[in-house]
């Protein structure tokens, strides 16, 4: 004969201490910014489904972010930062202008490889169309001062950086996307298209080999 004895409730978060709130929203930004990378679609994800994630009661994802929007775009502005400080640290790690260019662009492409769910948000999201994502400009400038290294240092004609590293960026994230929309697709390696990148849009040297 079955137990008729009810199942145990599950096991609740316990809740932060006081001052821990910020902990908090980082927990939920945290758990936010894994089923995005899984879902690969904003409209996808509910704050209902986040709080389930991080074990808390849904009101209390509702008293850091008043709607889903919000936490989305909270999502989105860490992505760019950790691209930002990703390509950063690959920059920093060369001498040379165009190895710190090509490096950084490698850089930002193997992050967009290896979360390809949140590079997809990042720049094909509802919330991006509705919102709009300032904190993106700091990606064109770190791009845009890499190419002026480029031309300052005659590894590169001279043109205007802004306009060189914006169609840079154009042809890198269109590749990214189409590599991430359509996988099945016969890509060459990754980093043979931003040599041709490289060479045909900043005027850098084709690479040897």
Known sequence: ???STPPAPAARRR???RGQGERLREEIVTAAMRMLDALADDEALSLRAVAREVSIAATSVYLHFPDRD??????????NEELVRTGDEADAAHEDPAARL???????TAWAHEHPGLY??????????RLGMPFKEVL???????VQRCMDAGVAPRDDAATVAIDLRTAVNGMLSQRINEPDLPWPPAEEQIDRFLTKLVGLPPRAG
Request: glycine letters at 0%.
């Open 120 to 129: 997809k948000v990042l720049h094909e999201s509802a919330v991006h169309r």
């Open 70 to 79: 919000a936490l989305v775009l909270a999502v989105l502005r860490r992505c």
């Open 140 to 146: 064109v400038a770190r791009t845009t001062e890499a």
């Open 1 to 3: 004969m079955e137990s």
């Open 15 to 17: 809740p932060n201490a």
């Open 102 to 108: 090509r490096a950084r662009i490698l850089a930002q």
